[in-house]
């Protein structure tokens, strides 16, 4: 790439971007196309508008490097961002290692998570173009909460279809989305065809993200009014989240280091892991850097690592767009694990477009490793990680056992865990004290 793109856009005295940063500009090789369900043609902006708002589905195909940020959603942001870039030195020492650790934490927006980076900007957008209801899925519960949120400030209804799994292991998000003013309800559900059709094939399955999207999607479609929202995957919301990258490369610099040398961060849609990793990427891509970007999965949902990489519908009944993407197929259905929101069956095209050509490596992790990753960082820097976060925790740990460089390592911790204690409680008590 050439070396005159221009620097990331910042406004002086303030570390909150006022740009998006858009991956697609800059790939060796161009985003492969999201294709029309029904003619198998590249998708149009005219072709989404029915699930999204114009704004949203021109973000969805654009490859401009740079989109501005409205300023009222740069209001909004300002209620947490910046967050914290924090050095783990306990955290160092407990692990032996002369690496510089450095947490990303998205922990401190109101819902507890990144989520709202992307929640926000949807809610805007849909707001302006007239839409007074949004439907959405959720997994673990931090998008559905982040959507509600948004739409208490914005003055848009929101409905939310949680897979069964969490909805009923995690009851304090679902109390978080209706404190915000959503309606939550258990998918599969028999409030819509694609749910009635599901749980008379499989009245036990403990659902997942692809079928809550398709009961999202089909109630969408029914009302002029009501629009679409997801929380990860498309590319208009790895771009939302390019905050947090941006702001993490702007704290490194500021601190006196010149980028990172490996960023860690889960990957369950890939919102997180590529709102953190694409503007170190981008370094990479345009200025030479060598930063190495590692996207840590569960193994009980491994799209990365096991998956293909081909086109497949991004739900479980086959309403949406096509896309390019490590999938493990819309009909999979993983184990129900902790980690609610890496359950699900494909990979961001983005992502997966970076996996593809060699520029994101993936590691698979165990749920068990996961969960003593996330409680030594509770013990040593007082953290509570959500269980999606421990993954990347995992892997960085596992890295730095291997290699003991003297290297500038920054971790993604997606969200806090104070609302998956149940879950941490149950690990516990599985093992000694």
Known sequence: MSANVPAIPSEAGSLVPTHWYNIAADFPEPLP?????????????????GLFPRALAEQELSVERYIEIPQEIRDVYAIWRTTPLVRATRLEKALGTSARIFLKYEGVSPVGSHKPNSAVA???????????KLTTETGAGQWGSSLAFAGALFGIDVEVWQVRASYESKPYRRYLMELYGGR?????????EAGRAILAADPETTGSLGMAVSEAVEVAMRDDATRYALGSVLNHVALHQSVIGQEALAQLQAAGFD???????????????????????????AHGAKTRIVAAEPVACPSLTQGEYRYDFGDFSGMT???KMYTLGKDFVPDPIHAGGLRYHGMAPT?????NLGL????????????HAGILLARTEGIVP????????????????????????????????????????????????
């Open 259 to 285: 980028g990172a040398d490996v960023v860690f961060g889960c990957a369950g849609g890939g919102s997180n892991l590529a709102g953190l990793s694409f503007p170190f990427l981008r370094e990479v891509l």
């Open 321 to 323: 767009p096509l896309l």
């Open 386 to 433: 959500a269980p999606e976060s421990t993954h990347a925790l995992a892997a960085a740990y596992r890295y730095l056992a291997e290699s003991d460089r003297d290297e500038t390592i920054v971790i993604g911790v997606s969200g806090h865990g104070q609302l998956d204690l149940p879950a941490y409680g149950g690990f516990l008590d599985s093992y000694p004290r």
């Open 360 to 371: 994101v490596d993936a590691v698979a992790i165990e749920q068990d490793a996961a969960f």
């Open 184 to 192: 939550v309800h258990s998918s599969p559900s028999e409030l819509t």
């Open 351 to 355: 992502l997966s477009h970076a996996v």
């Open 33 to 49: 196309p999201h294709l029309h369900p029904g003619t198998g043609e590249p998708v149009t902006v005219e072709d989404l508008i």
């Open 122 to 132: 949807q809610a805007y957008y849909n707001r302006n173009e007239g839409v007074t």
